[in-house]
DNA sequence: CTAGAACCTACAGTGACTGTAGCTTCAAGA
DNA sequence: TCTTGAAGCTACAGTCACTGTAGGTTCTAG
């Protein structure tokens, strides 16, 4: 079975990846340092896969490294620790519901705009002097409850396309 | 009215922001340079109340400050960009569509993970299983949609509390 | 055997801030 | 008027989670 062991790029691919990015990951202790071949290149094999296959994919649900740092400590001695888990996933479901709701009112106030502009003429663009309005009425947003866990917005969340 | 000026600290505490932040935004050519002191202490008056408020805000709704750079633009030059604004503004109701769809499926996976462990007992904690498994039926999350559109993930979303 | 793709290390750069050091200025009270 | 301490100033380093580059080495297919 020569498929049992892969090189980076091969992990990269089967991951979605990036090869920089896993040796980033390995340089900062989230994933273990693999066998080398004989010149030096790196040898992954299924273990690796999956334990990258679950940064991954924490990653893409939003856990930032010290979450899955943690959540790997609980996989790696899976016995007595339930508690801790469920207390991130909790604070995940939390953020994540926040977050929906002041996208939901952005979608709105774009919307509306849209709207606004399509009726030609010159546009008052409303979503400017709606952003600008801390103190708006029709914002869903929660700006006090954002406020609140100290992390006022995802540090770089890029939204545009 | 000595009202009608005043000082980064007031700024910073009448938009929520961070004196270093103003500054920085100053620095990037995002807020105007304001008028000094004789002491070389920054003066600011309402437009800049207005428009860091702005900033803040569309920055809390997720938006980086390139796409906020656009927006101001047009703000600058309301008349004529009609289009423009238009075509800015539907590129980010997409975006947000977008990620609202990812949030959405976050919080499903989330839920579902917390119910699991719900049961309790010592350990039949699924949640580092279920995000392990790249290849599972149950997630909801668009992974290829997301690979698509590039950025695979907010790099700092810091949704953990 | 050779071309070129993929690998290696080491380090710089990104975005959007945040923190620190070491000064200067301002506002209020004695 | 003097003084004290908070708030301001500049300049630069650090943060997170990568991403990119330079310049060299190794692997693999033809």
Redesign the interface.
């Known amino acids: 079975m020569p498929e049992r062991e892969f090189s980076i790029g091969e992990l990269a691919k089967r ?2 990846s990036k090869v920089q990015t896993i040796r980033y990951y390995e340089q900062i202790g989230l994933m273990p340092e693999p066998l080398r071949t004989q010149g030096n290149q790196r040898r992954y094999g299924p273990k690796h896969l ?2 990258l ?2 940064i ?9 490294l ?2 899955i740092r943690e ?2 400590s ?2 790696d001695v ?5 508690t801790a ?2 207390a ?10 926040r ?2 709701r ?6 709105m106030e ?2 509306r ?2 709207a606004e ?2 009726g ?6 409303r ?2 002097e709606v ?4 103190s708006h009425g029709h914002c869903l ?1 929660d ?1 006090r409850a ?2 609140k ?1 100290r ?11």
Chains 1, 2 share one sequence.
């Open positions: 991951t979605g999956a334990r296959a679950f991954r994919h924490s990653r893409e649900l939003g856990f930032p010290d979450a959540l790997l609980l996989a899976p016995e007595r620790s339930c888990a469920d991130i996933a909790r604070r995940q479901l939390e953020a994540a519901e977050r929906i002041q996208l939901k009112a952005l979608k774009l919307k705009m849209i502009c399509q030609g003429k010159i546009c008052e663009c979503v400017i952003l600008a309005d801390s947003s700006h954002a406020e866990d992390r006022p917005v995802p540090r770089h969340a890029h939204l545009t396309a």
